[in-house]
């Protein structure tokens, strides 16, 4: 990963087409709405109490309120602001959970941070003071060859949940894949963490109601150990870096003690003009409206073109994109490892991401996360077609160069 920000930040004379960018693009309707809200937020006599005051450990209130209208009225739910916590964007969220719950306790026992399945978010890797608490667990996998695509489901079979476990953590939306755990999946892991009472943080960040980045039909899970995760980012506010959790008072009530000693409230600015986005009802339409049809449209563009260019005869593997803003190949028996394939794709002028990076936690080494690639769809459609093109070159004279099975 390092590796692509020196190569982008060199002065070398190629041009690069980026399709490893997890940034959200820059949507001319989204940016106006996130105007439009500061615009008011500037106007208004609120302004010198959100900037020149400290606030509530918990979160700027009338956000918190705002979510809760609105997830009450929307999911039928009957949230309280004692329910909700803003932290410093959602990654800070998953930091609070891993070290709040996972880890070392005071008796020197390790309590395991659960990731149910593999691949998943780069970004747990990194996220626990006691990085051998992180675990996860092969996948298994549905594999339809004739169409060159495959799904990824939890293996209930190894999937192992008890008192030593602390927290369970996973994506859905799923970073990198676009894999979306089926309503009785979740079920099956919330039933296994709750004899034990542990809690079940569902990352929500590319799901409804914001940024809504779903693209088949999905409902958030709600429940007495489970925490709803969301993150504004991805509906157009990186830079301000807003998470959010939904959950129990009781967690939520850790998770903000932790915030309180490390950074006592996040940024007011961000939180103040979310609220408004969520009142005007502006944050759901611009999700619904703009942001889920473009990154939807992007989708198919990589899937038309895999489908034109990719070789029938090689075994390659799109996962099926149920949500997010990313496609995952699977290239079954690749003769090389990821990373030589990322620089063969480099050297022509395509920068993507190995999938050796999106498999944190697992206990060992498996082949299948050095066969794997990561492509963003943030470029623009012809640079998601000249990408693949090169992409589908290179492949086939991979497979060509080595004797490998076919489908």
């Known amino acids: 990963m390092k590796d692509i920000q020196e190569t982008l930040q060199s002065k070398q004379r190629q041009e690069f087409i980026i399709l490893s960018a997890g940034?959200?693009?820059?949507?001319?309707?989204?940016?106006?709405?996130?105007?439009?809200?500061?615009?008011?937020?500037?106007?208004?006599?609120?302004?010198?109490?959100?900037?020149?005051?400290?606030?509530?450990?918990?979160?700027?209130?009338?956000?918190?309120?705002?979510?809760?209208v609105y997830f009450n009225r929307r999911y039928g739910l009957s949230l309280s602001e004692r329910n909700i916590l803003i932290t410093p964007g959602s990654q800070m969220l998953y930091f609070y959970a891993a070290n709040a719950f996972g880890g070392y306790t005071s008796n020197k026992e390790l309590k395991q941070i659960v990731l149910p399945l593999s691949p998943?978010?780069?970004?747990?890797?990194?996220i626990s003071f006691a990085p051998e608490a992180l675990v996860s667990y092969q996948p298994t996998l549905d594999i339809d060859s004739k169409a060159h695509r495959f799904k990824y489901h939890p293996d209930f079979s190894n999937l192992v949940i008890t008192e030593n476990t602390?927290?369970?953590?996973?994506?859905?939306?799923?970073?990198?894949?676009?894999?979306?755990?089926?309503?009785?999946?979740?079920?099956?892991?919330?039933?296994?963490?709750?004899?034990?009472?542990?809690?079940v943080f569902i990352d929500s960040a590319y799901g409804p109601p914001f940024p809504a980045?779903?693209?088949?039909?999905?409902?958030?899970v709600f429940g007495e150990n489970i925490v709803h995760c969301m993150s504004f980012s991805k509906a157009g506010l990186p830079g301000e870096r807003i998470g959010v959790a939904i959950g129990d008072p009781k967690i939520i009530e850790v998770l903000e003690s932790f915030?309180?000693?490390?950074?006592?409230?996040?940024?007011?600015y961000g939180q103040a003009i979310a609220a408004r986005a969520i009142n005007s009802g502006a944050l759901e339409l611009v999700s619904q409206e703009v942001i889920k049809?473009?990154?939807?449209?992007?989708?198919?563009?990589?899937?038309?073109?895999?489908?034109?260019?990719?070789?029938?005869?090689?075994?390659?593997?799109?996962?099926?994109?149920?949500?997010?803003?990313y496609g995952w190949l699977w290239f079954k028996n690749l003769p090389i490892a990821d990373w030589d394939l990322y620089e063969k794709l480099k050297l022509l002028g395509v920068i993507v991401t190995p999938g050796r990076f999106f498999f944190p936690g697992l206990a060992k080494d498996w082949?299948?996360?050095?066969?794997?690639?990561?492509?963003?769809?943030?470029?623009?459609?012809?640079?998601?077609?000249?990408?693949?093109?090169?992409?589908?070159?290179?492949?086939?004279n991979v497979y060509q160069e080595a004797v490998v099975p076919s489908i």
């Open 293 to 325: 049809p473009f990154y939807k449209n992007k989708f198919s563009v990589l899937e038309a073109k895999l489908d034109q260019v990719m070789s029938k005869d090689l075994p390659w593997f799109l996962h099926r994109c149920e949500g997010a803003m």
């Open 367 to 396: 082949s299948h996360q050095y066969q794997c690639l990561r492509i963003s769809l943030t470029a623009s459609d012809r640079d998601i077609e000249t990408g693949i093109q090169r992409l589908a070159d290179v492949v086939q």
């Open 213 to 220: 980045l779903n693209f088949q039909d999905m409902t958030p």
């Open 259 to 268: 915030q309180t000693n490390l950074c006592i409230h996040p940024s007011h």
């Open 120 to 126: 998943e978010y780069t970004g747990y890797g990194g």
């Open 166 to 199: 602390g927290c369970i953590i996973f994506s859905r939306p799923s970073n990198p894949t676009g894999n979306i755990l089926s309503d009785d999946e979740i079920k099956k892991i919330v039933a296994l963490a709750r004899p034990y009472n542990i809690p």
């Open 23 to 68: 940034n959200p693009l820059l949507l001319p309707k989204v940016e106006q709405m996130w105007r439009e809200c500061n615009a008011e937020l500037l106007a208004s006599s609120e302004y010198g109490e959100i900037v020149c005051r400290y606030g509530s450990s918990q979160g700027y209130v009338p956000l918190i309120q705002a979510i809760a």
